[in-house]
Structures are given as structure tokens and as C-alpha cells.
């Protein structure tokens, strides 16, 4: 079935940083790949998304490129503010055009950026 | 934007006593996921409905069920609660005629089982 594995943390950055959260996958077909960050108490939002082989999603500065041949979906940021600080899930979604299907979760990394 | 909404945000019940989380999802989304997650803890996916019929079973405990009603809202109830079901549960939704792979998350409801 389909997997995901993070990086783990937690990971401690100074500001202005660069960051690189690691993700790779196993899954049949060509899955979505997704990035959330959850900030303290709240819910999951999207922050990026790509669908297929050779995409690069981008938002907030962050970034992921998804690399089928190393079945990969890494995040990176230039430059890493104290805001940027939360919990970041790699997420893989379904393979069918249809979509609508689940997620299936990496074990999240929690991100602290000290100023 | 209208974004999915979730109640009650917070819940604390008695072990063996009955639950139930509505979620509403975003306007013209027809497909709503529940999931849990557990302190420290990756969401794990319970549940999902499309044109509210079950389209998906994850690892959801029989004490619990779930629909999806006509106007597309859900609502996951939970029975013979346990220590071990306090965790926050996640709704999400998404619009099939819109690609329908990404997930939008409501706030979650956090559940406590004393």
C-alpha cells in the first residue's frame, strides 16, 4: 500500500535559515503529493500540492518538486522566518484521475525557527 | 473564502458515553474525509463519503459511524467511548468536478474522554 516517510524531528533553525524537510514515498501510479503545516492548536492548511512527475509546487516561499525517480517530494525554503514555525505533514493522495480519495500522512515534522 | 466548519471545536465525554462531530463542508464540495490524530500523531483516515454514499473505509473502530446527509454535511458518531478515542478528529472536503484530489481541513474537534 501506499507510505510516507519524513524526516523526523523536531528541527531547530535561526532565522534567515535554509530549510530542507526530506519526503519520499511508496505508491502505485502517480499519486498527488501534498505538504500541510498544522500551526499550534490549529487545523491542517495546504501549502503546496503537485500532481505530477516533474512539478514544482510553491507558496510562502516554500517549495517542493515532485521526483519520480527518486520517489521524493522534499521541501525547502530560502530563508526561514519565526511565523514559519509548526508542525509540516508530506501527505500522498490518490492516483486516479477521479480523485477523491484519502491521504495517506508522513509523521510530521515539528519546525522551530529561533530568532 | 468559505472554508469547512466543524462543531463543536471542543467535546469532553465519560467513558462509554456517545459522541457526535458535524462537519460542513465547503459550498459545492461533495466529498467529505474524516480522520483522526492522536497527540504527537500523524492524521490517521477514518472515513469518506461521496454524493453521500460511503466511498472509503479506513481504520475506523465499529463503536463508530458516519454519514453524509442531502445537504452534504456529515456527522461521525462515536459510541462506547474509551480513554484511548480523546484525540482531535479532522474533517476535510473536496469537489470531484474540480479534480477532487485536494483536501481542504476544517479546525478539527478536539475530543477528551474522561
Known amino acids: 500500500g501506499n507510505s510516507v516517510t519524513q524526516m523526523e524531528g523536531p528541527v531547530t533553525l535561526s532565522e534567515e535559515a535554509f530549510l530542507t524537510i526530506n519526503c519520499t514515498y511508496t505508491a502505485t501510479g502517480y499519486p498527488s503529493l501534498f505538504w500541510y503545516v498544522q500551526y499550534p492548536g490549529e487545523g491542517l492548511q495546504l501549502l503546496l500540492k503537485?500532481?505530477?512527475?516533474?512539478d514544482k509546487g510553491s507558496n510562502k516561499g516554500f517549495e517542493a518538486t515532485y521526483r519520480k525517480e527518486t520517489t521524493s517530494f522534499h521541501l525547502e525554503k530560502g530563508s526561514v522566518q519565526v511565523s514559519d514555525s509548526a508542525v509540516y505533514f508530506c501527505a500522498l493522495g490518490g492516483s486516479s484521475n477521479f480523485g477523491n480519495e484519502k491521504l495517506t500522512f508522513g509523521t510530521g515534522t515539528r519546525l522551530t525557527i529561533i530568532p | 473564502a468559505a472554508g469547512v466548519i466543524q462543531s463543536p471545536r471542543h467535546l469532553i465525554k465519560e467513558k462509554r458515553e456517545t459522541a457526535t462531530l458535524k462537519c460542513y463542508p465547503i459550498p459545492r464540495h461533495d466529498t467529505v474525509y474524516w480522520y483522526q490524530q492522536g497527540p504527537g500523531q500523524d492524521p490517521q483516515f477514518l472515513i469518506s463519503?461521496?454524493?453521500?454514499?460511503?466511498?472509503d473505509k479506513g481504520s475506523i473502530p465499529d463503536r463508530f459511524s458516519a454519514q453524509q446527509f442531502s445537504d452534504y454535511h456529515s456527522e461521525l458518531n462515536m459510541s462506547s467511548l474509551e480513554l484511548g478515542d480523546s484525540a482531535l478528529y479532522f474533517c476535510a472536503s473536496s469537489a470531484s468536478d474540480r479534480g477532487g484530489d485536494t483536501q481542504y481541513f476544517g479546525p478539527g474537534t478536539r475530543l477528551t474522554v474522561l
Open positions: 463519503f461521496y454524493e453521500k454514499m460511503q466511498s
Open positions: 503537485a500532481t505530477k512527475a516533474d
